[in-house]
């Protein structure tokens, strides 16, 4: 008789076969899996079945770490080869950060939500810390400095509780929705204003209400919804740019927009306070959490030049400078205090519009920074396609 045989030992896995059920693995803030993020580090698998794996966290701290342990082993577990996990933690470097920053703001983009902005207008949030350092006159300014290129430029006024753009700007008219071929409901209509050859097209919930000084009094989510309905509902059209005035800080609406539109580049505006630009920061870091791209700041306020020539820093010195470095981004400009800036606003003509002042060029010189900055419509073919099309003209199947 045949002494009995034993259960059959299944192998362990491999470093490949670990990695692929590692795919599994979502980080639940950035969106993608943590090999492709570059987050699951070594892996080595013992002949008795333990899988030994190197986990890197953008942050020490990480307050995710607990899910993604249980993550982890929950997926290495169903492997009926592996008998024990073993993690190894440890944190990225600034390098490693911003690599898997960059991964994840293409992940977010690729799969984003259809709006009606189009996707090759550039869209530009102007945000703040905290409110009172002239967010809202910056994005008027800078909008009708962009159209007087020749631009078409979108304004969204997404500060709900404190819309201005329709005084800012001139444009008190009522929006308004009618049927646009090729959609089925009626779309909002932007109320439009030539600017030189180039054009304004301006949505807020100010054209909505009765007057300027009816309270909105609504909810987070309500905010959000009314960002998303001037997203999705608005018929937009052609744009170069789409300028969205955010309301100050670090809420629902800023959140709601990076889901929306992870395309957005910020713009900080700051003032020369110290205090004010450590305020700012939270911005910054809103941005960075949402894996949005800062595009630079500017120092709104900057200082004060009398009639006779001598200048005064009523509100500090250096604090958009120093935003700009700790942060990594462009210092864009430092607009000065001028009555003409508060004047042209409060009559619906910004200063950029016509006026001669230092503050009118200084917005003038940003749009221009803006649109060199921009990659030309006609321009955005994949780099593939200019590839090839480089390689038929050497090959002579192009004419040059």
Not at 17 to 41: F, Q, S, W, Y
């Amino acid at each position: 008789m045949s002494a009995p045989t034993s259960p059959r030992q299944v192998p362990p896995p491999s470093a490949d076969d670990v990695r692929n059920l590692l795919r599994a693995v979502i980080d639940p803030e950035l969106g993608a899996n943590i090999v492709d993020l570059g987050m699951a580090t070594d892996v080595a698998v013992s002949a008795d079945g333990v899988v030994a794996i190197g986990v890197k966290l953008t942050i020490k701290g990480c307050p995710l770490r607990a899910q993604i342990k249980n993550d982890i082993e929950s997926r290495l577990e169903t492997h009926p080869g592996v008998s024990k996990v073993k993690i190894e933690w440890g944190e990225m470097t600034s390098d490693e950060r911003s690599a898997v920053m960059t991964k994840a703001r293409w992940n977010a983009r690729e799969n984003a939500t259809d709006t009606a902005v189009p996707v090759t207008a550039r869209v530009l949030a102007i945000a703040s810390g905290k409110g009172g350092v002239g967010k809202s006159s910056v994005t008027a300014n800078l909008a009708v400095a962009l159209a007087a290129q020749g631009r078409t430029v979108g304004v969204l006024d997404a500060d709900i509780w404190g819309f201005s753009m329709p005084r800012m700007l001139g444009m008190a008219d009522r929006l308004a929705a009618r049927k646009v071929e090729g959609f089925e409901k009626p779309k909002i209509i932007p109320n439009e204003r030539r600017v030189g050859s180039g054009l304004l097209k301006v949505v807020s919930t100010g054209m909505l209400v009765d007057d300027e000084g009816t309270a909105l009094m609504w909810r987070g989510l309500m905010l959000t919804k009314a960002v998303e309905q001037f997203l999705n509902d608005v018929h937009w059209g052609d744009l170069d740019f789409l300028l969205i005035d955010m309301p100050p800080g670090t809420g629902d609406v800023q959140m709601g927009l990076a889901r929306m539109l992870p395309r957005t580049d910020l713009i900080i505006v700051t003032t020369p306070a110290v205090s004010a630009q450590k305020v700012a920061i939270r911005a910054a870091d809103m941005a960075q959490r949402s894996f949005l791209r800062i595009a630079g700041v500017v120092e709104n306020m900057s200082h004060f030049t009398c009639e006779h020539g001598s200048t005064y820093a009523l509100f500090g010195e250096g604090g958009g400078a120093a935003l700009a470095r700790e942060i990594g981004a462009e210092l864009l400009g430092q607009v000065p205090i001028e009555n003409a800036v508060a004047h042209g606003s409060d009559n619906g003509e910004p200063v950029a519009l016509a006026g001669q002042s230092a503050a009118a060029e200084v917005f003038r010189d940003i749009a221009k920074k803006i649109i060199g900055s921009t990659v030309p419509a006609n321009d955005m073919a994949g780099c593939s396609a200019r590839l090839l099309e480089s390689v038929e003209v050497v090959l002579g199947k192009k004419p040059n």
